[in-house]
């Protein structure tokens, strides 16, 4: 009778210990009584009634759902590959078990339509230079689908776009061809801008009486300073007449 009492007791103490359940601080727990859903559990040390209720634990924390590489079609028919992270987050834990049999598969599976969806609506050049607004978007429509489920997406990146490998080299041909557009630009305005300023200096000799003259005679001393080298110069005969008056004023003066 003894060993019966025993038996019984030990029993019991096992059904009771099955029951406690521990959940921790970022978890909440799903409790359904024969199979219908009759409450939420907090953190810390909960009992169930073994046979007659089942909890399932939900994570709430921000979790990160790699949206995996897309063949995707862009508005301009080029194709690329493009991969993204989702982050989302449990706001109704209730709501993810009854709603949907796996509410993080889902989550990816709808994030990848969505992803195909949205950069098939933009070119291959606003699909680089726009990737916020595209992210964007993308948030948009995943988080109102998964609002139904209790969750949350705080935020979509859009992560890598692979191009083809002909489409590489014809995007780095124009990139070379536009760095040259831009120095040939450079040198013309280089090249304006002291065209400009012999205008200018030509425009002065031009009004100024002797100047013309003044500047052969600056050329002709700095190259007859030179010791190394033999010179010969030819003269012409307007400079020849107009040294023939300089030295005649001198003379005068003196």
């Known amino acids: 009778m003894e060993v019966l009492l025993w038996i019984i007791g030990i029993a019991i103490a096992l059904f009771i210990l099955s ?39 939900v994570d709430m924390r921000s979790t990160p759902i790699d949206v995996s590489k897309q063949e995707v079609i862009t508005k301009d028919n080029v194709t690329a590959g493009v991969d993204a992270i989702v982050y989302f987050r449990v706001v109704d834990a209730p709501k993810a078990v ?10 990816s599976q709808f994030a990848q339509a969505a992803l195909r ?38 935020n979509v990146k859009i992560q890598n776009i692979e191009l083809p490998a002909d489409m590489k080299r014809a995007m780095a041909k124009q990139a070379e061809a536009e760095r040259e557009r831009r120095s040939n630009i450079i040198n013309a305005e280089g090249e304006m801008a002291a065209a400009k300023t012999l ?44 040294m023939r008056n300089i030295g005649e004023g001198f003379a005068q003066k003196k």
Do not use: C, H
């Open 98 to 107: 009854l709603e949907t049999t796996n509410y993080v598969y889902a989550t």
């Open 117 to 154: 969806d949205v950069t098939g609506n933009f070119e291959l050049d606003e699909l680089l230079s726009k990737r916020e607004e595209i992210s964007l978007k993308i948030k948009e429509i995943v988080d109102q689908q998964t609002d139904q489920w209790g969750i949350d997406v705080e």
């Open 199 to 242: 205008a200018e200096a030509a425009r002065i000799i031009a009004t100024t009486p002797g100047a013309l003259n003044l500047r052969t005679l600056n050329t002709i001393e700095r190259i007859s300073t030179e010791p190394s080298q033999k010179t010969t110069m030819l003269f012409p005969i307007e400079l020849v007449d107009a």
């Open 19 to 57: 029951g406690l359940k521990v959940i921790n601080q970022y978890q909440r727990g799903v409790v359904l009584t024969l199979g219908k859903f009759t409450g939420v559990r907090q953190p810390g040390l909960r009992i169930v009634v073994p046979i007659f209720q089942t909890m399932m634990r």
